[in-house]
């Protein structure tokens, strides 16, 4: 990682933790308002000795458990995903969908313990809840993106040229858009994604006729021309951090529930042959930035020394319980804790190594496509071609994982990791 993306990322951060501390002490006023309200509208007795030092009601735990529900909820609507830019009437909406749903939550969890004669009070506390909720968090939610679009206006640059695209200054640019001159061919716009995707910025091109036709090109902004935007995912913002916040949970559930199978692979992998339990291997992930995925070993150590090879059936470089491990794909749980860091996800296109991506590309120059996403421990390209041991294979593999991720959804995840169970318990993982 270059200065200037260590400077990005810095920013965001920054940014990030300044939305998260307001909401934090938002959610602290608005729970000392309501309950401010609540004493003074239905007890009269805000200043009295009584209520100080013996609250009405539910006091104390809701301090804390308050603030923590709010930033749970704002989390996985998305308001934290992309903290810079962000358009003022999408906050709003955003920000006003929120406070429904942790006023009505957190009322009922909460609030309608409290014993109440009239029920009439029930709906005037919620809308009360909803009103402060919305309010207080709204107004330095906005403040804050005011003040950051004042300090410096989205950076847009046009390239029209490969060698324009070479040159980019990541850290001086938050968009590029590609505008390719008339006459150039379709699959030219992937030599371009493949030199700006590991620049971690946005990705457009300008629309053709066949983009506005076909409902490819999008209006994000009023006064915007249309734009065929790359780099921006199929996914909501809260689908995807429902997504992450997934994977952490069932990362670590399986990591902490199975640690004694992983134990008793470990042993039977250092018991079958010389070498290392863990095989860490160099694969290709999001934005095209490497990284190394964990695996049970399965091969005799040093099996494979200079050129990479595909497996096949019957390798000779399989030990016997390698074998058994890969039937039923049991030397991939260790990707669980590559699932964890956030360098992998439960499902998404299986990341593979440079030196095949480079062969897949000659037959299919738009693997770059796979770059939108995190890899993952499966998806529809694995369930649907198996294991792939050949180039031809990986293409087919790589067509069924883009319509994967041009129809990206939480529903459909669960279709995919409910079909990987049943290829798992066949034990057709090779």
Same mark, same amino acid.
């Given at each position: ?10 920013? @965001? ?36 000795? !009584? +209520? ?82 919305? +309010? ?38 938050? !968009? ?12 030219? =716009? ?28 999008? =209006? ?10 790359? +780099? ?36 039977? $992998? ?27 070993? +399965? ?23 390698? @074998? ?25 296109? @299986? ?39 050949? =180039? ?9 994982? =883009? ?19 049943? $290829? ?7």
């Amino acid at each position: 990682m270059g200065f200037d993306d260590w400077k990005i990322m810095t920013l @965001r951060r920054k940014q990030q933790l300044w939305y998260i501390l307001a909401d934090l002490l938002s959610a602290e006023v608005v729970w000392l308002l309501f309950l401010g309200f609540r004493w003074l509208v239905y007890e009269g007795k805000v200043l009295s000795m !009584e +209520t100080v030092v013996v609250p009405a009601f539910n006091f104390y735990t809701p301090l804390v458990v308050y603030p923590l529900v709010c930033l749970i909820v704002y989390y996985l609507s998305g308001y934290y995903l992309r903290p810079l830019q962000k358009p003022i009437l999408r906050e709003l909406w955003r920000t006003l969908a929120s406070a429904v749903v942790i006023s009505v939550v957190f009322f009922f969890g909460i609030v309608i313990d409290d014993q109440v004669d009239n029920y009439h009070r029930y709906f005037v506390s919620l809308a009360v809840l909803f009103a402060l909720q919305f +309010t207080v968090s709204y107004i330095p939610r906005l403040l804050i993106t005011l003040l950051s679009r004042k300090r410096g206006k989205k950076r847009v640059q046009t390239v029209h040229s490969i060698e324009e695209a070479r040159k980019l200054d990541a850290g001086k640019v938050d !968009e590029v858009i590609i505008d390719m001159p008339d006459g150039a061919g379709e699959d030219e =716009i992937y030599n371009y994604i493949n030199i700006l995707y590991p620049l971690s910025v946005e990705i457009s091109v300008r629309p053709r006729l066949y983009d506005i036709l076909t409902g490819a090109a999008q =209006i994000n902004e009023v006064g915007e021309p249309p734009l065929v935007r790359i +780099t921006e995912h199929k996914m909501s913002d809260s689908g995807l951090c429902i997504k992450r916040a997934t994977d952490i949970c069932v990362s670590l559930l399986v990591i902490t529930l199975f640690s004694p199978l992983y134990a008793l692979i470990a042993l039977l $992998v250092a018991c079958s042959s010389k070498g290392p339990v863990l095989y860490r291997q160099e694969r290709i992930g999001q934005h095209g930035l490497p990284f190394r995925i964990l695996k049970f070993r +399965t091969m005799y150590d040093h099996a494979e020394q200079e050129t990479p090879q595909l497996s096949a059936d019957h390798d000779p470089r399989i030990t016997p319980v390698g @074998r058994w491990l890969r039937k039923y794909r049991l030397d991939e749980l260790p990707q669980m804790w590559n699932i964890l860091i956030g360098e992998m996800s439960l499902v998404g296109p @299986r990341p593979e190594r440079a030196y095949f991506i480079r062969q897949i590309e000659e037959r299919a120059p738009y693997y770059c496509i796979l770059y939108k996403v995190r890899p993952g421990l499966t998806s529809w390209g694995p369930v649907r071609v198996g294991y792939t041991d050949t =180039i031809e294979k990986m293409v087919e593999r790589l067509n069924c994982d =883009i319509a994967y991720i041009e129809n990206m959804s939480l529903t459909l995840d669960i279709k995919i990791l409910f079909f990987t169970i049943g $290829v798992l318990l066949r034990g057709k993982g090779q």
